[in-house]
């Protein structure tokens, strides 16, 4: 079994930050990538951020420059910094690990129960 657990999420004014933090705990044997998605009302759930074993990241074009992707100090925690937000940033903030657990033949995604962010004034 698998747990992942978002957290910092909340309600702030325009142009303030966030910063939201994951972690996964459980049945881990390797991590391939963590990631940050979003879902805002009505609409689907869409990429924000991934960073992979290697340490590689991408982020949804739209983005760039106002989100930071980052690992923590312990191998399985990860962290979205959201700076200068707008109120179209309101949505649920979803974390996912693509990881191989010691009781599996291949890597799963497993999700958060997400966290809310609302940017409002």
């Known amino acids: 079994q698998v747990q992942v657990v978002e957290s910092g999420g909340g309600l702030v004014q325009p142009g303030e930050s966030l910063r939201l933090s994951c972690a996964a705990s459980?049945?881990?044997?390797?991590?391939?990538?963590m990631g940050w998605y979003r879902q805002a009302p009505g609409k689907q759930r869409e990429l924000v951020a991934v960073?992979?074993?290697?340490?590689?990241?991408n982020y949804a074009d739209s983005l760039k420059g106002r989100f930071t992707i980052s690992r923590g100090n312990t191998e399985n925690t990860v962290y979205l910094q959201l700076d200068h937000l707008k109120p179209a940033a309101t949505a649920v903030y979803y974390c996912?690990?693509?990881?191989?657990?010691?009781?599996?033949?291949?890597?799963?995604?497993?999700w958060g129960p997400g966290t809310q962010v609302t940017v409002s004034s």
């Open positions: 960073t992979t074993a290697d340490g590689s990241t």
């Open positions: 996912n690990y693509r990881l191989l657990s010691s009781s599996a033949y291949a890597p799963r995604n497993y």
């Open positions: 459980g049945d881990i044997f390797s991590i391939q990538a």
